[in-house]
């Protein structure tokens, strides 16, 4: 290869360092937000009540009432597993540090809130799917490489099926959403009188969720998510993306939270699809396609088949749209991921 390739590749042990964060991750029944904290006491008469102290996803120190009276056998037990998670997130986070310094993505404490309530919730075990820049992050870190990372208060959750959930609030997603502190509000639709399908901090924060659907054809409907008692933004070619997804991990300065994430391969070409649609947005495009680029040099140089696998699942349509990209994933790639390019280009013969 010659060139600037687009990715390194982590050393093996320090892939099995984040593995042991992902394992531990996996066997957090509830995730803690904000910081772990500490418990601490609060005297009421005679009586002794529990409290979690800890600092908030905006870095302001917050009490968490676990109530009492100390002495109580249920409250101790309760209080017991509390401890025990703050001892967890405690090791997770000194774990977290390590990977930080050795180049692995980092998400915002904002966005791991946002993420641990969504899986307290069951979002991501009953299907829904992280997309977007975080989901970028993530794929980064489970494929053990180190790239160029995006900057992004964007959120983006798919759901390509109705999901079975038990424990949703009256308020629905945006009661979910302020589970985790931040106040969140709906965003406006841009049609007058349409339902929201976003959600923001509230203020000039630009941190937001967008809820979104496969649409059935070319065009992006508003559509009805009952079990969240919510509405979604349609997205023409999603279902293709969602067709294949696995757990995986987001980490943070707060701890590490299991998410749900697409195949990389249909991440990467997905990138490419959705890079056409964007006609009024030349640098998100550009993102989609540089972004794109990277899982693909790496698939195509460590598992031989996974990209032209992608490329047969591309519904017919679509296909035309991909193969336009080429030329510009072609600057990226062949001076330094000739073979990955090669699979690519392969893979979309007609």
């Given at each position: 290869m010659h060139?600037m390739?687009?990715?390194?590749?982590?050393d093996?042990?320090?892939?099995?360092?984040?593995?042991?964060v992902?394992?531990?991750?996996?066997?957090?029944e509830t995730i803690?937000?904000?910081?772990?904290?500490?418990?601490?006491?609060?005297?009421?008469?005679?009586l002794?009540?529990?409290?979690?102290q800890?600092m908030?996803?905006?870095?302001?120190?917050?009490e968490?009432?676990?109530?009492?009276?100390q002495?109580?056998?249920?409250v101790?037990?309760?209080?017991?597993?509390?401890?025990e998670?703050?001892?967890?997130?405690k090791?997770?986070?000194?774990?977290?540090?390590?990977?930080?310094?050795?180049?692995?993505?980092l998400?915002?404490?904002?966005?791991?809130?946002?993420?641990?309530?969504?899986?307290?919730?069951?979002?991501?075990?009953?299907?829904?799917?992280l997309?977007?820049?975080?989901?970028f992050?993530?794929l980064?870190?489970?494929?053990?490489i180190?790239?160029i990372?995006?900057?992004?208060?964007?959120?983006?959750i798919?759901r390509?099926h109705?999901?079975?959930?038990?424990?949703?609030?009256t308020?629905?997603?945006?009661?979910?959403?302020?589970?985790?502190?931040?106040?969140?509000v709906?965003v406006?639709?841009?049609?007058?009188?349409?339902p929201?399908?976003?959600?923001k901090?509230?203020?000039?924060?630009r941190?937001h969720?967008?809820?979104?659907?496969?649409?059935?054809?070319d065009?992006?409907?508003?559509v009805?998510?009952?079990?969240?008692?919510?509405?979604?933004?349609?997205?023409p070619?999603?279902?293709?993306?969602?067709g294949?997804?696995?757990m995986?991990?987001?980490?943070?300065?707060?701890?590490a939270?299991?998410?749900?994430?697409?195949?990389?391969?249909?991440?990467?070409?997905?990138k490419?699809?959705?890079?056409r649609?964007?006609?009024?947005?030349?640098v998100?495009?550009?993102?989609?396609?540089?972004?794109?680029?990277?899982?693909l040099?790496m698939?195509?140089?460590h598992?031989s088949?996974e990209?032209e696998g992608?490329?047969?699942?591309?519904?017919?349509?679509?296909?035309?749209?991909?193969?336009?990209?080429?030329p510009?994933?072609?600057?990226?790639?062949?001076s330094?991921h000739?073979?990955?390019?090669?699979?690519?280009?392969?893979?979309?013969?007609p």
């Open positions: 060139g390739p687009l990715y390194e590749q982590h093996q042990a320090y892939c099995l360092q984040f593995a042991n992902e394992q531990a991750a996996a066997a957090q803690l937000l904000g910081a772990p904290g500490t418990i601490i006491e609060h005297k009421r008469g005679e002794v009540y529990y409290a979690r800890y908030s996803p905006e870095g302001k120190k917050q968490e009432n676990l109530g009492g009276p002495g109580d056998p249920d101790e037990a309760r209080i017991q597993q509390v401890r998670r703050i001892e967890l997130g090791g997770l986070i000194d774990r977290i540090r390590e990977l930080a310094k050795l180049g692995f993505q998400s915002d404490n904002k966005t791991f809130a946002t993420m641990g309530v969504l899986f307290n919730h069951g979002l991501f075990q009953a299907g829904a799917v997309i977007g820049s975080h989901a992050a993530a980064l870190n489970g494929l053990g180190k790239a990372a995006y900057q992004t208060e964007d959120i983006d798919a390509g109705q999901l079975a959930l038990e424990d949703v609030p308020g629905g997603l945006l009661a979910i959403l302020k589970e985790t502190g931040i106040h969140f709906e406006p639709a841009m049609t007058r009188g349409a929201s399908t976003s959600y901090q509230a203020g000039v924060a941190f969720v967008d809820l979104l659907v496969p649409s059935q054809d065009t992006f409907p508003t009805a998510v009952p079990e969240l008692n919510a509405h979604a933004t349609g997205l070619y999603l279902a293709y993306l969602l294949k997804s696995h995986g991990t987001l980490i943070s300065r707060h701890g939270v299991p998410v749900r994430v697409p195949d990389p391969a249909r991440f990467a070409v997905h490419l699809l959705v890079s649609l964007r006609t009024n947005t030349l998100k495009s550009q993102k989609d396609v540089q972004q794109a680029c990277v899982l040099a698939l195509g140089e598992r088949g990209i992608a490329c047969a699942a591309l519904p017919k349509s679509s296909r035309s749209l991909v193969r336009r990209v080429v510009e994933v072609r600057r990226h790639m062949e330094a000739e073979g990955a390019l090669h699979e690519l280009e392969a893979s979309l013969e």
